[in-house]
């Protein structure tokens, strides 16, 4: 699934695998791969290898000025291949080949993608012995921020040395964001400031949460559920939550309930393009916080905190069924499929539907229902199962009260890799299901003949925020489901997987686009390679988050394929960036 949900494990280490490297200045030169050219190519950032790339002595002289916190990229790899990095560690590998598309195993790296698609096989795991090991779509350093100065401090050194920035927390990335060739990266992952407060504004009063850039889901529900709280969060409990996830939008089990993760902030601490520390909220820095606050993560500046409203805990109902196509007619199956979508209106009133459909398959796994009773979500379900009944298609299921929200999010342990699949997304408004269901699943049965799978996150945000405004995408609030469609990724298959890519981009997405024409799209769980991607992510509010780009990052130093004002930029065949001619 494109959205993982799973119980956290213990956190891997490989054995004879070393994740990250503080660099020292003996250590620096074997980064230096290609010999330095004459001059920087005009209009790119500088690459390594280019004259202007720095020194292995003034890399030494920025790291000492951060206190030794920058990290000099060994691709987790390593250790699968013969290569000046480490030595080769069959055992190590084999570990690593196992847990490679589960986010522990990246979440931990300073540099390696959970989309494995964005490292290019500069160093696989799954390639031979001998293949390359290459720092290649890697980005070269990366800074291990703990306080504002670190940020400050990086903004100042790629400036001067016309570097290419990213920024990473946890890695959880489908557009490759949080890498880049010949980049350093911003590593907020450590910055784990947690507290709960009461908060006080013109525009609100109550109990809200103050966390660091690297607060995970299940961090910040464990400290709301100490508190008798609970608070937005991904389905994934790995997701920063003030990273990306809050940034673009940010669903998950408590959508219908609370709203999207923007609509719950309060305040932003931001390091902006200048370099400038600001704190953003609805009347400080009024475009800064309305651009974070649903706009896009990557793009405006580097969050350091967020603070966002905290909500009374109450139980909390799931749900699951499952059901499949074996001994009944293709038309029955589809029929009951359609029949669940038309009920799906009156269910996310109150809970969030998550569903997945295949060829030969059904399973809505869960609903999740906060306030509610057995009973409650029982009746929302019975017209579903009656319908079931009457076509003679069994089913199993189950409903069952949990005393608190955290209860319920534990209880989902389902184990998805985060990079087993390629897909993309699109918004289905309520008014085409209402107006045409039959349309809507016709389209399912032609997407998932594929042999793709076809997911729908359900959910309500109708209700916008009462005070203030903020930049998610417009088209969300008109939203009954996000469906997502993901054909398979394979670690060694590259042919395929190219062909899966081409599939989901230019045949099975504009199954939906053309159901949905001028629709929208979740940017954080998107085709990489969608074509209409300022419409379909950003709607109305393009411009304005433009300007607000130019105006807290008029370099243009944030780059993120997709993101706004990203067309400014080009990358080049071997990553760099070069600037839009």
Known sequence: MWTCAFVISQLMFYSGIALATPVSSTHLDQYEQVERRAANITGCRCFPGDSCWPTPEEWHMFNQSLGGRLIATIPIASACHVDPFRPYNAGGCADLQGEWQLPETHLISSSSPMTSVFANRSCDPFTPKNAQCVIGSYIQYAVNASESSHIQSTISFVKKNNIRLVIRNTGHDYLGKSTG??????????????????????????KALKIGAGVQVDQANILAHSNGLIVTGGNCPTVGVAGGYTQGGGHGPLTSYLGLAADQVLEWEVVAGSGELMTATPVENQELYWALSGGGGG???????????????TKTVLANFTFDQEGFSQDAYYDAIEYYINTLSSIVDSAVSIWTATNVSFTMNPITAPGATVSQVQKLLNPTFQKLNQSGIKYSHFIGEFPTYLDSFNAVDEQYNVSATTGGNRFIPRSLVQ????NVTQALRTIVATGATFAGYSFDVSKKPT??????????????FEAVITLPFSNTDYKTNALHQYQITNELLPILQKLTPGGGAYLNEADPYQTDWKEAFYSSN?????????????DHLFYGQTAVGSDYWTEQSDGRLCRTS
């Not at 411009?543 to 990052?553: G, H, M, R, T, V």
């Open 435 to 438: 107006l045409s269901s039959a």
């Open 299 to 313: 793009t405006y500046g580097v969050v350091t905190s967020m603070i966002y409203k905290a909500y009374p805990d």
């Open 467 to 480: 005070t203030p405004s903020n930049a998610v995408n417009p088209q969300w609030r008109d939203v009954l």
């Open 181 to 206: 060739a010949g980049a350093v990266g911003i590593w907020t992952h450590h910055m784990q400031f947690l507290q709960a407060l009461d908060y006080k504004s013109p525009q609100y009063s109550g």
């Open 542 to 554: 393009y411009d304005a988050l433009l300007a607000a780009k130019n105006k807290y990052d008029p």
